[in-house]
T-cell receptor, first 109, second 113 residues
Framework: GQSLEQPSEVTAVEGAIVQINCTYQTSGFYGLSWYQQHDGGAPTFLSYNALDGLEETGRFSSFLSRSDSYGYLLLQELQMKDSASYFCAVRAAGNKLTFGGGTRVLVKP | DSGVTQTPKHLITATGQRVTLRCSPRSGDLSVYWYQQSLDQGLQFLIQYYNGEERAKGNILERFSAQQFPDLHSELNLSSLELGDSALYFC????????????FGEGSRLTVL
């Protein structure tokens, strides 16, 4: 099966940088995704890394190291609207997309 | 708006009952996924369909079943409901069978009393 670990909560101030780490154990790894979910809302796709390296999309960047079974999501220039839960998810053998438990990010003024 | 439509948005029912949740994927998407999210929990994968066929199965209870119809909409049937089945049920769709990018509907919130 698959297992993913990410911190449960992170607090930071507006304008700061936050890094959310995700480590995973899986078989047949294809890629690592990141999703954002505001309270009461639907998860929305942020990024997908299939290969090692850094992918940048605006203020958000995602990194993957397949050899270390590790990835992270970097949130830069934090804004109040970035307060949400962030989930890493592994695409692995059997077509499953398995989600981690989520990291709640609280942005303070 | 992701383009994925789920109905009903809210549902309140009693233990022992049966409910059906419906999902219409984005236009053109062949793959449909169902996830369960309990209060303050992560997303638990239930099942995936691709073009009408089951492709992957998670920890879906035997009391739960799903199917994808020829018009690609999907239904998740929950029977003999228990209090612990109260949760948000999300449907997601994708164009490809294997991808990390899913488009989620707004969810169906089920409350079992």
């Amino acid at each position: 099966g698959q297992s993913l670990e990410q911190p449960s909560e992170v607090t930071a101030v507006e304008g700061a940088i936050v890094q959310i780490n995700c480590t995973y154990q899986t078989s047949g790894f294809y890629g690592l995704s990141w999703y954002q979910q505001h309270d009461g809302g639907a998860p929305t796709f942020l990024s997908y890394n299939a290969l090692d390296g850094l992918e940048e999309t605006g203020r958000f960047s995602s990194f993957l190291s397949r050899s270390d079974s590790y990835g992270y999501l970097l949130l830069q220039e934090l804004q109040m609207k970035d307060s949400a839960s962030y989930f890493c998810a592994v695409r692995a053998a059997g077509n499953k997309l398995t989600f981690g438990g989520g990291t709640r990010v609280l942005v303070k003024p | 708006d992701s383009g994925v439509t789920q109905t009903p948005k809210h549902l309140i029912t009693a233990t022992g009952q049966r409910v059906t949740l419906r999902c219409s994927p984005r236009s053109g998407d062949l793959s449909v996924y169902w996830y369960q999210q309990s209060l303050d929990q992560g997303l638990q994968f239930l099942i995936q369909y691709y073009n009408g066929e089951e492709r992957a199965k998670g920890n879906i209870l035997e009391r739960f079943s799903a199917q994808q119809f020829p018009d690609l909409h999907s239904e998740l049937n929950l029977s003999s409901l228990e209090l612990g089945d109260s949760a948000l049920y999300f449907c997601a769709s994708s164009a490809q069978q294997t991808t990390g990018e899913l488009f989620f509907g707004e969810g169906s919130r089920l409350t079992v009393l």
